[in-house]
């Protein structure tokens, strides 16, 4: 490697402290001026010249001073014309093809042979795939070189304010044969971690089209962003998405690091309940979602200056947020929360170690070196099962909530809402097994005296007993005990025929005369008694249930005529349409 490279940049670090969502190449470190590679190549620079001028396609007649071309620390490569003058010396006898290698983020970099006033090889984020000199997402230069010493001439373009900032001037050279080995190293770690997140987001998504569950499309558009991010970061976004859009893709990042942003915090808003258990926490999330989208407008203006700073900042207070309400969460004893604060947690450290690697404070080695992208995998796959876990939870309290709805608090027995669904879908069971539905309503004689005599404590614990009775007779699978309103109860009998539902009813009647429970207001008895009305029949086309409770109803009011504590059937003789005796 030769040439000079920067410290950490101001737009270097948006890709620094983005890293806490993902993963960064690391940058070339810096080496001495000359270093022989294996098998051939072995490069160094005689001088550079540097001219601010844009528009000048001609080296400067004098060489540039060191100090006007090292960046100072904290600055980037200063923008203009830089020509490089290289030597390659080829150790072997032969002719050899080597890759001269220079900044990842060079907008624009023209290989020159000696005396050609045309570049041999072209590469830089500015051209289309298409026109560099090989179809590859970074800039590579390819030279067929001699044996002995090989001089070349190199322009480096670095714009005003661009998207990518140029950090380095120095240029590495490696044989293509050792190049296309590594490569194939790291295309398969990439393909490891697409495969992880390809197989996350669909079958998240798969989740979300099954099971309609808001938090699941939440979840995949915050793993879809961090896909996309390291789609960008990796090369493959231009590879395979938009090969001619080399602008675009070198700007894309910008956009998909704010909705990373924007969705990580809606996802953890919702998936942590934050507006109802920490307002104050989910207010700051939602403030940083809005500083991430000020940023898309500058992205859209083209004054990525402006946005680097802001934007790695945002990322480094979510990932901070993201602690501090896993943290929260948990302390308050949300299930979900200790899912949460391991996932971030893995992010963190696993950005930490990275970081540490980047400014030499750890050995570079493939896990310190990929540290932050492994631990955004970890996140996405602990986060998948943290989202399952809420939602298996979520649907438990839904369902117990459901069943509350469909129960009566006070005897414990079905209540109206069960009891219409449950009368419904018994008439048409019935109608398609060609059977009988038989209904008994109940009502106790006299329950308002007995209220007004004893008080409505007393006449709650009466229904309470009155209920355990009706369970009683409701010993086959399908026969069901519901509360109408006020004393008034309704069993519902499948399959039962007219004597039958007669016989369940007397037994009824008698078991509760035998529980002589005292009713001092009674005119019937000294004792609590009920009145039932039975009717049975078998669905017709286009006759509802309603006919049939009709019937049921109008018998009760038959055995109050007749004086109560009894039973009465209505056999629906033809009086009722469409319902036949059983």
């Not at 490569?77 to 290698?101: F, S």
């Not at 009145?531 to 006759?543: I, L, R, Y």
Request: glycine letters at 6%; proline letters at 7%.
């Amino acid at each position: 490697m030769s040439g000079v490279k920067t410290p950490v940049v101001p737009g270097r670090l948006l890709v620094l402290f983005a890293s806490v969502l993902f993963w960064l190449t690391p940058s070339p470190s810096d080496g001495p001026t000359e270093r022989r590679f294996e098998d051939s190549c072995h490069l160094r620079v005689l001088e550079v010249r540097y001219s601010s001028d844009p528009a000048l396609t001609a080296p400067p007649a004098q060489p540039t001073p060191a100090r006007l071309f090292r960046a100072p620390p904290s600055e980037r490569v200063a923008p203009g014309n830089y020509w490089l003058t290289l030597v390659v010396h080829n150790w072997e006898t032969r002719d050899r093809t080597c890759l001269l290698i220079p900044d990842r983020y060079a907008a624009l970099v023209e290989l020159f042979k000696p005396g050609e006033g045309e570049p041999a090889a072209r590469s830089g984020w500015q051209l289309p795939l298409r026109d560099r000199a090989m179809e590859y997402p970074h800039p590579l230069l390819p030279a067929v070189v001699a044996p002995g010493d090989n001089y070349f001439r190199l322009r480096l373009w670095v714009p005003e304010d661009a998207p990518l900032v140029t950090e380095s001037l120095g240029i590495t050279a490696m044989p293509l044969e050792r190049w296309a080995r590594d490569q194939t190293r790291v295309d398969h770690a990439q393909g490891v971690y697409g495969g992880i997140m390809l197989a996350v987001v669909l079958y998240n998504l798969f989740l979300f089209f099954s099971l309609r569950e808001k938090l699941y499309i939440l979840y995949v558009a915050y793993a879809t962003s961090f896909g996309l991010i390291w789609l960008v970061l990796s090369g493959f976004a231009l590879v395979f998405l938009w090969p001619d859009w080399p602008r675009w893709d070198a700007q894309a990042h910008y956009v998909f690091v704010a909705l990373a942003i924007v969705f990580g915090n809606t996802f953890t808003r919702a998936f942590l309940n934050l507006a109802s258990a920490t307002p104050r926490l989910a207010r700051l999330l939602q403030l940083v979602s809005y500083g991430a989208i000020l940023t898309l407008v500058g992205v859209a203006f083209h004054r990525f200056s402006l946005i680097q700073i802001p934007l790695a900042l945002l990322a480094l207070i979510t990932c901070t947020l993201y602690l501090a309400v896993g943290a929260t969460r948990w302390w308050q004893k949300s299930p979900e929360a200790p899912y949460f604060l391991a996932a971030t947690g893995l992010v963190a450290v696993g950005t930490l170690v990275y970081i540490a690697t980047f400014l030499q404070l750890l050995p570079e080695t493939p896990v310190t070196r990929h540290a932050a992208q492994l631990g955004s995998a970890a996140e996405m796959v602990l986060l998948a099962f943290a989202l399952g876990h809420k939602i298996r939870h979520l649907r438990f309290e839904k369902a117990e909530a459901e069943a509350r709805s469909l129960t009566d608090p006070l005897t414990g027995l079905a209540n109206r809402r069960a009891l219409d669904q449950l009368l419904d879908q018994e008439w048409r069971r019935a109608y398609r097994q060609k059977s009988s539905l038989a209904l008994i309503v109940v009502d106790v004689d006299f329950f308002k005296a007995y209220n007004d005599a004893r008080g409505h404590q007393e006449g709650d614990q009466l229904l309470k007993l009155l209920a355990e009775e009706l369970n009683k007779v409701c010993r086959r699978p399908g026969d069901v005990a519901s509360r109408y309103g006020g004393e008034e109860f309704v069993l519902v009998l499948p399959g039962v025929n007219l004597h039958q539902a007669r016989d369940m009813a007397e037994k009824l009647r008698s078991a509760v005369e035998a529980c002589c429970w005292p009713h001092p207001a009674s005119p019937v008895s000294p004792y609590v008694t009920v009145s039932c009305g039975v009717a049975v029949g078998k669905p017709v086309e286009g006759v509802p249930v309603t006919s049939l409770f009709a019937e049921a109803d109008e018998a009760l009011y038959r055995a109050k005529q007749n004086g109560r504590n009894q039973v009465h059937l209505r056999s629906a003789s033809g009086q009722w349409t469409g319902i036949r005796p059983a």
